[in-house]
């Protein structure tokens, strides 16, 4: 008998982040495998899928006078109990530790035995690096993991990093994030046409939230260290207010390298027009923008943190340096700007390794078996 489809809540960030966009795309290609899905949060998600099978549940987040800050997380868990009632849930996948993970447990609660709502988290990164340090949130996440029926990290470092700082004992599964490029309305030479860039001017791409830790000074550093003959622009895409970053551009005297695009949906167009892709990171447990680009068939020039490594492969899918050094990072993109062969055999590669090991067929039904464990199905 074949296996029956399954009725899956997911609950994510829905702005722009990673997170929420693996969120969206998980959806998706579940929904595509005859899946039933049922997306609960604020809004409905950046990448929202569209489509049979696909539901948004948004949840009301009402304001009193008597509290300083809004409340998310009990009206998150009520949302949640309500559709786990109401369309038998086999599981609840929850994307992002906090708040998500908690008002899951507390959802779970409240349906007490009239039915076992399975909680799957996925930690994605800095619900562990950087809210799993802090006093005030650590505790409550390894309660919510501890409490969850299963666990999973988007890379090895996440996992090392979970349990050296959450303490956590249980198994942690690693299930890699996917990317699945949708077919580009737009050809290369039309976008590289409107963003003004000449014959023969590479671009650099960088795709980022532009927060604190994605490091946009090492990131102008070294677009500064570049030889001035060399030609190229950086195009960012922002998911957040730019003046900053072209503020200091600005100071560096690197403003006419730089373009900048907002709110920019079509990304697949942009990643075929990018020559390599920049990204200057502190720390990335997965970075999805490396995979978007390789995807793509375009290697990135990246920090070697986190679970960078674990993406793209320096001197084969791509060029890696050690975290800070933007002379080196320099050095390595000069040389590839002026080896246009080169570059092609990376992106290649980098391309084929994406297939491999990062695509919706090699993940998607590592998160349907992980599902069907877990609910005993
Ligand atoms: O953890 C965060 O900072 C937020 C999160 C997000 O929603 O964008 O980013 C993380 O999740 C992505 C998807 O799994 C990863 O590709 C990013 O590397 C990761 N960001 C960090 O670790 C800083």
Do not use: W
Not at 54 to 61: G, K, L, N, Q, R
């Amino acid at each position: 008998m074949p296996d029956r489809p399954l009725k899956i809540g997911i609950t994510c960030y829905p702005s722009v982040g990673g997170s929420g966009i693996l969120a969206s795309e998980l959806g998706e290609e579940l929904a595509k495998r005859g899946h039933e899905i049922h997306f609960i949060s604020y809004e409905a998600p950046f990448r929202l899928p569209v489509g049979p099978r696909v539901f948004f549940h948004p949840v009301a987040v009402n304001s009193y006078d008597l509290f300083k800050y809004p409340d998310y997380t009990l009206p998150l868990s009520v949302k949640m109990a309500e559709v786990s009632r109401g369309h038998g849930l086999d599981v609840l996948h929850v994307h992002y530790a906090v708040p998500h993970a908690t008002a899951a447990i507390l959802a779970r609660a409240m349906l007490r035995e009239e039915r076992r709502l399975r909680i799957i988290t996925t930690l994605h990164g800095t619900d562990t690096t950087l809210l799993g340090r802090d006093p005030g949130y650590g505790p409550a996440i390894r309660h919510a993991l501890e409490h969850s029926d299963a666990i999973t990290t988007v890379s090895e470092f996440m996992r090392g990093e979970t349990v050296r700082l959450l303490g956590v004992q249980r198994p942690i599964e690693v299930i890699p994030n996917f990317f699945e490029p949708h077919a580009t309305a737009r050809c290369r030479d039309e976008i590289r046409r409107e963003l003004g860039l000449a014959d023969g001017e590479a671009m650099l791409l960088h795709l980022s939230n532009l927060r604190p830790l994605k490091r946009t000074d090492l990131l102008l550093d070294t677009v500064a260290k570049l030889k001035p003959r060399l030609p190229f622009r950086l195009v960012v895409l922002a998911g957040a207010d730019p003046a900053p970053l072209l503020a200091a551009a600005k100071r560096l005297g690197v403003a006419d390298r730089l373009i900048v695009r907002e709110k920019v949906t079509d990304i697949e167009c942009y990643l075929a027009a990018a020559d390599l892709g920049l990204f200057t990171s502190e720390v990335e447990s997965f970075c999805l923008s490396i995979l978007e680009l390789m995807c793509a068939g375009c290697p990135s020039a990246a920090f070697a943190v986190g679970g960078i490594p674990e993406v793209t492969v320096s001197g084969e899918t791509g060029l890696l340096a050690p975290f800070g050094d933007t002379t080196a990072l320099a050095d390595g993109i000069e040389t590839l700007l002026r080896d246009p062969v080169r570059r092609t055999a990376l992106g290649r590669a980098a391309q084929q390794r994406a297939r491999e090991k990062f695509s919706a067929a090699a993940i998607v039904p590592r998160y349907e078996a992980l599902y069907r464990r877990v609910g005993g199905i």
